[in-house]
């Protein structure tokens, strides 16, 4: 059977279109009390690995795949076997959610915004490093922290909480913690602790950048000087599934005390050719900024060209981040 046909003169068609454009307008428009629609900010996951899952506003638990964007109102989840990663802003913002953790976002309103501020660690352990323009808060039911320019990490149970601060410093209650610093808090109360290296949670993801730490490289000995170290860590921070390990060439050992003009160069970064390809054209060109402000802003007296150096042994990228003024 043919679908009847309806013939409409063109000048009833326009009006029809304008009374339905009308009718469908959006109603911020057309009512002096409707409540602007926020713009949420959200995060992209960069990794994710086993049972990541997440559970948007309202929804169910639903698997969780690179690529896909979270934000506030939503919650991930590991399982035993699973792990994930997001990252948000710029400079970048990393969360890392371990496994066996659940783990809640938070946002609040900036202007018609809803920016990603805090998340609730409810369960398990996240990892997060943040250089942003607001503040950020991880809490739990023992505990909240608040930092905008920090490297931390947070473990809850029914029990306890622990917080480990790397870099930087978070406020916690009337307190504040330092780089270095951790607590334990629990309802019979807090306990105080010194961080060492080998406490850093990044240490729960060798599986991921097995590569970058098995290789020799100098900024990763002991008698290396400290900034050394921390610049190699920050660069493959960036993105470790990409990242696969800096080559830092070292000058004036006998500086031991910190970083000094020429006593260390990067000469290369080695990229992991098959997770660059999967990446799209405008994260790979977020992830060179956000290498660059690294370079530019963290360490300036480091005054060089990059090399990315690929593992399939594809033609080199040249990267040039010497600072300027």
């Not at 559970?55 to 795949?65: A, D, F, H, Q």
């Not at 060179?288 to 990228?317: A, C, G, I, S």
Request: proline residues 5%; glycine residues 8%.
């Amino acid at each position: 059977m043919t679908r009847p046909r309806l013939y409409i003169p063109a000048a009833c068609g326009l009006l029809l279109l304008c009374v339905l454009g009308f009718a469908h307008s959006n109603p911020d428009t057309l009512t002096g009390d409707a409540t602007p629609r926020l713009l949420p900010e959200r995060g992209l996951v960069t990794f994710a690995e086993g049972s990541a899952q997440v559970r948007r506003s309202g929804g169910n638990w639903e698997p969780l795949y690179v690529g896909d964007r979270v934000g506030p109102t939503d919650s991930l989840r590991s399982l035993k076997t699973g792990r994930s990663e997001i990252s948000w802003g710029n400079p970048k913002c990393v969360l890392r959610v371990e496994s066996e953790s659940v783990v809640a976002l938070d946002g609040a309103v900036a202007g018609n915004r809803l920016v990603l501020v805090g998340a609730r660690v409810n369960q398990g352990a996240v990892w997060a490093k943040v250089i942003g323009e607001h503040a950020f808060r991880l809490s739990t039911e023992h505990i909240r922290a608040s930092f905008d320019q920090a490297t931390l990490s947070m473990r809850s149970d029914r029990k306890k909480t622990r917080l480990a601060v790397y870099q930087g410093q978070a406020n916690v209650g009337a307190g504040v913690l330092y780089g270095g610093q951790g607590m334990w808090v629990a309802e019979s109360g807090t306990e105080t602790f010194a961080v060492g290296p080998e406490d850093d949670l990044r240490d729960g993801w060798h599986d991921i950048v097995k590569e970058a730490l098995v290789v020799s490289e100098p900024a990763a000995r002991s008698d290396a000087p400290q900034e050394a170290r921390t610049l190699t860590r920050d660069v493959r921070d960036l993105s470790p599934e990409i990242y696969l390990g800096v080559e830092v060439e070292l000058t004036r050992l006998e500086e031991k005390t910190g970083f000094v003009a020429e006593a260390a160069r990067i000469r290369k970064i080695r990229v992991r050719s098959s997770r660059w390809d999967d990446m799209q054209p405008d994260r790979k060109v977020q992830l060179l900024k956000d290498t660059f402000y690294v370079l530019k802003e963290r360490y300036p007296q480091v005054l060089e060209t990059v090399v990315l150096e690929f593992d399939d042994n594809r033609p080199r990228l040249v990267l040039k981040y010497a600072a300027t003024g």
